[in-house]
């Protein structure tokens, strides 16, 4: 069984503040996938960022980095100099090799304020 | 850049009622899925379709639920007599075939209310 847990239900921080996500995941699977997606109050679901289990390497794209650890279980993700339109939840998501489904965690309410 | 279009975005029913929810994929993606969020909970799988067939369902994806692809660019999910509890935001989403890694697309979602 697969398991998605995000500890931080609720976030708040001032505009150009730097912010982390926290992800940590539960598999049995050797190979999967990791996910990061946003959904801003209009309600759609927008993918970010993803990662292969066999590729720990931690990268940075504009604002957003993420930093994999496999020996602890976790993926999380990192906004640097938010800004209010960061303000959204996000998901961090799991896909086992050979299965399509995602599984979720339950997401986290990231409020940015002026 | 291309995305997934979903209609209706709200649709209201009556309990007992069929639904049809709609779904035009991304044209070049052969993997289809439907996913529920309950309001204020996490999202969470129904089903996903490939090369005209399930492959693969959860647990909440009974013998209420069905998929199609009635033709080339449409995909729908059917509720055959809802129930109060069916009340969610309903996304589709499709990827590509190839590579373990690829990403699902989202639509915006339709909200099903149940009354």
């Known amino acids: 069984a697969q398991k998605v847990t995000q500890a931080q239900t609720e976030i708040s921080v001032v505009e150009k503040e730097d912010v982390t996500l926290d992800c940590v995941y539960e598999?049995?699977?050797?190979?999967?996938?990791l996910f990061w997606y946003k959904q801003p109050p209009s309600g759609e679901l927008v993918f970010l960022i993803r990662r292969n289990s066999f590729d720990e390497q931690n990268e940075i794209s504009g604002r957003y980095s993420w930093n994999f650890q496999k020996s602890t279980s976790s993926f999380n993700f990192t906004i640097t100099a938010s800004q209010v339109v960061d303000s959204a939840v996000y998901f961090c998501a799991l896909r086992n090799t050979g299965r399509r489904a995602l599984t979720f965690g339950s997401g986290t309410r990231l409020q940015v304020q002026p | 850049e291309p995305e997934v279009t979903q209609t209706p975005s709200h649709q209201v029913t009556q309990m007992g009622q069929e639904v049809i929810l709609r779904c035009v994929p991304i044209s070049n993606h052969l993997y289809f899925y439907w996913y529920r969020q309950i309001l204020g909970q996490k999202v969470e799988f129904l089903v996903s379709?490939?090369?005209?067939?399930?492959?693969?369902k959860s647990e909440i994806f009974d013998d209420q639920f069905s998929v199609e692809r009635p033709d080339g660019s449409n995909f729908t999910l059917k509720i055959r007599s809802t129930k109060l509890e069916d009340s969610a935001m309903y996304f589709c989403?499709?990827?590509?075939?190839?590579?373990?890694?690829?990403?699902?697309?989202f639509g915006d979602g339709t909200r099903l209310s149940i009354l």
């Open positions: 989403a499709s990827s590509e075939a190839l590579g373990g890694n690829q990403p699902q697309h």
């Open positions: 379709f490939y090369n005209n067939e399930i492959s693969e």
């Open positions: 598999t049995r699977d050797t190979t999967y996938y």
